[in-house]
C-alpha cells in the first residue's frame, strides 16, 4: 500500500495529534459557597437569570450571587453544577 500525502506533497500521519483541551471553566459560586445538592444544576436555581440583548436570539443567562457587567466574563452556564447557595425554582 502507498503512503497517501497531503496536497503539498507530505506524508498524512494515519493517526492524527490529539487536539489539546483547553481549560473548561467551572462555576465559580463552588470556590465562594462549596457544592451544592448532588446532581443538580445551575439551571433550576432561583438566582438564575436570563439577560435579553438587542439580538432577540441572545441569551445571555447571569446568577445573582456574582457580580454582573453585563459582559462575557460573568455569563453563567445552566449546566454547571450547583452551588452550596442553590434555591430550587418554584
Not at 22 to 40: D, E, I, S, V, W
Not at 61 to 70: F, I, Y
Request: net charge positive; proline share 10%.
Amino acid at each position: 500500500m502507498s503512503e497517501q500525502l497531503d496536497l503539498f506533497g507530505n506524508p498524512i500521519a494515519s493517526d492524527p495529534a490529539p487536539v489539546p483541551q483547553t481549560k473548561r471553566a467551572t462555576n465559580p459560586c463552588l470556590a465562594l459557597y462549596g457544592p451544592g445538592p448532588a446532581g443538580q444544576t445551575c439551571k433550576g436555581c432561583l438566582h438564575l437569570r436570563c439577560l435579553t440583548s438587542a439580538n432577540p436570539n441572545a441569551r445571555h443567562w447571569k446568577c445573582d450571587l456574582r457580580k454582573v457587567t453585563h459582559g462575557a466574563a460573568t455569563d453563567h452556564r445552566v449546566t454547571w453544577p450547583a452551588c452550596g447557595k442553590y434555591t430550587e425554582d418554584r
